[in-house]
DNA sequence: GACTCCTGGTTCAAGTTTTAAGCAATTACT
DNA sequence: AGTAATTGCTTAAAACTTGAACCAGGAGTC
């Protein structure tokens, strides 16, 4: 079949999609590293772990949510315990688990870097933005997500080693 | 000043942007690994090459378009080069200056990786956007380039390093 | 139980990105 | 012209990411 190009409105769009992502990405990135001394995914790691019962996440639950690999997950966490910010410990109900414990420590780091990071995502995103498009917004990358990684018939499939499919018993 | 936290609203289209940029960045990326042996990034480099006059553009009118750092896109220039995409050559006008120049090989391999990309694209972005969306998500993403980037009261600097004040002179 | 397959997590090597530092050419100033 | 500051680009070292391979534990089947 032959392709269906993009028209001008989307080119535009996307253009402006991929010049925006770099952008906010690098300044946020920028931002937590000079106050937090991490990378936005890390920061990210940390306030998963903060929001969940406990404070600790199965390794393969916690990737599942943050949208990555299993592996780039690994490294994260590695680094954060070398930080004291993470502390691992086996899994009762299953041998071969992890789980990922926000520690104090971490959570007091947290607490230091969300006002300048929050800051930093008001002034870059949503201080000029309408409601509208911030119910826009959203519903345009839940729309996104889904077709990526939605049940049903992949539009687009990224890899097997994105674990998305639900597992069986609880995390903890 | 006490920070100004996101509104509930504002959360949910902030986790759900950060999550699909993961994924749709993750996609892409593979995508055009598998296809075109080279990340997202590499392929946009090679795009704005081909759509520049005389598929040449000087090394940091190029960093400068693509939103990222000199040094990111020596490497991205140097193994595009490796590859024989992309031919570094002298600038005339200025002679600290370096042109990255698209090949021909550059060009038949940038025409034969379009298809898959455009259609990853699609599938994941513009096939559930109605048209005001793509409308939207542009002028969304333009505030948040302006607001980022934007001359007058800079609301997010990311880096000194990232070069965009205009030169003066013309490219060539 | 033995066999096979799958799952959870880590590890290795290779590739990419970042930050700061470096060098040469240009510009601005006097 | 002489000198300091700036610009264009590259490089070095450390950090991060990727993709495949790996191992141990769990699950299904006979």
């Keep these: 079949m032959t ?5 001008a ?6 253009r402006a999609y991929v010049a925006a992502s ?17 990378p936005h995914l890390y920061y990210t790691v940390l306030a998963f772990l903060s929001e969940a019962p406990g404070r600790r996440l199965r390794m393969t639950d916690l990737a599942e949510a943050l949208k990555i690999t299993r592996s780039r997950l690994t490294y994260a966490v590695t680094r954060l315990e070398k930080d ?13 688990g992890t789980v990922a414990v926000l ?17 930093t995502v008001r002034r ?15 519903r345009i990358c839940l729309g996104v997500a889904e077709a990526i990684q939605g049940d049903g018939p992949p539009a ?10 639900r597992r069986s018993g609880p995390s903890g």
Excluded: K, N, Y
Aim: hydrophobic residues 35%; contains cysteine; aromatic residues 4%.
């Design 124 to 138: 870059a995103v949503f201080d000029h933005l309408t409601a509208e498009q911030v119910e826009q917004l959203e």
């Design 9 to 14: 409105e989307e080119q535009r769009a996307w």
């Design 22 to 38: 770099l952008l906010l990405e690098d300044a946020i990135d920028r931002q937590l590293q000079r106050e937090a001394g991490m």
């Design 84 to 96: 004291g910010a993470v502390r691992r410990e086996e899994c009762a109900s299953d041998r071969r």
């Design 3 to 7: 392709t269906r190009w993009l028209t």
């Design 156 to 165: 687009v499939r990224p890899s097997d080693e994105l674990p998305w499919r």
């Design 103 to 119: 520690t104090d420590e971490g959570t007091a780091l947290l607490e230091r870097a969300a006002p300048g990071h929050v800051d």
